[in-house]
């Protein structure tokens, strides 16, 4: 079953932020699709047994904080 995940990150504002954040959050295990909405500060994680924990780290490494 599909799941979807959102989070806010407030620290995102440009398009190297949404690609930073979407290759990170896209490596990780279980995610088939990620959409990042800059004018929002959103990220819309879709998948299968997501695993809240490896996203919001993934976030991390791609420099921003998950609200």
Do not use: F, N, Q
């Amino acid at each position: 079953m599909t799941e979807l995940l959102t989070y806010t990150v407030p620290g995102m504002s440009c398009g190297h932020c949404k690609a930073a954040v979407a290759e990170e959050v896209s490596a990780v295990s279980g995610v088939d699709s990620v959409v990042v909405d800059l004018d929002r500060k959103r990220v819309d994680v879709a998948g299968e047994s997501l695993d809240d924990r490896a996203i919001r780290a993934a976030i991390e490494r791609a420099g921003y904080e998950a609200a």
